[in-house]
């Protein structure tokens, strides 16, 4: 099996776990997948065991491979967790990060402050290229951390919470300056403000959540029913793409 196949494979999966093509709880079928991306199947089983790793994927006996599932409480203690670790890599940072630490995080706000967060305003759309920066802004904060660990378990929580993220974007009716926020977190980090910048960091955190949460779309309907009300394709529509 050919590893750039796998590799194509697994991006191509994540990038439409994170976009919510595949409904929480629905099962990873392997034999369309390999079908519809046009792979084999050993190339699809070896992707989803790598997002299986990322937390994306679960591998439950009996059923197989199925999308991680979703929920308030799921949410709220990513969350609380999530917040503990990237401010503690954020205060690493702040105590050993050099002029060049400093250079890239002026210059990813930079590009993020001039990219448009959405494609379209009305469907909440999001840019992927402001996704895109906007990933590179908070890996920036804390690249200068030096743990591996550390830095290994913040790439699992944010790319969970990225998920939660993405898929609440088309319910997200309230506005904020997100600009601003991030703004406010670049200034007290290069102060090397570290109790600041990361009372800052866990606000822009908790308001993510927030907002996730009072869409509403983790309790009440299912999330299908939801999408299906938005015209988005069904699941096993998605899933036969
Ligand atoms: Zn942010």
Redesign the pocket.
Known sequence: MKTSKTSETYKSLKSDLLNGHFAPGAQMRIDAISKSLDVSVGAVREALSRLTSDGIVQNVPQKGFVVAPVSPDDLKDLTSVRIDIENRCLDLAIRKGDLAWEGRILSSYHRLSKTKLETDRKQHTYNPDWTAV?DE??DSLIAACGSRWLLKLRDIMYIQAERYRRMAAPYVVERRN?DA??KA?MEATLDRNSTLARKLLAR??ET?AEIVLKCGFLVGDPVDQQLQKRGRPRVEDRQAR
């Open positions: 906007h802004f908070h997100v926020e991030h977190i822009h955190l993510t």
